[in-house]
């Protein structure tokens, strides 16, 4: 079993900035990928970012390009997720979730994630 906790939401105005974190514990050896997804509300989950433990390679979901960052720091078992320029639309609750299938596709995360931590809500106002 892998347990994820997401930490660093909060809110933010527009144009700032916000650095997520999930910390992972347990059998994390069996994980291959790790990623973000974010569910806006009566909008349905959108995967936003991915990232190969192995290699560190990520895909990110065109809605995000350029503006998040996925990372991982394996000595801490820890996920990170660096959001700039944030715009209203980025206001969600923001969950990570690994699995230990190869579920990294061109433009983030693919199928279904076996593990999910219970989420951070990111909030911006205009």
Known sequence: ????????????????????????????????????????????REGVACIYIDNSAAAYADSVKGRFTISQDNSKNTLYLQIHSLKPEDTAMYYCAADRVFRCGSSGPVGSFTYWGQGTQVTVSS
């Open 1 to 44: 079993q892998v347990q994820l906790v997401e930490s660093g939401g909060g809110s933010v105005q527009a144009g700032g900035s916000l650095s997520l974190s999930c910390a992972a514990s347990g059998v994390t050896a069996s994980i291959n990928t790790m990623a973000w997804f974010r569910q806006a509300l009566g909008k349905e």
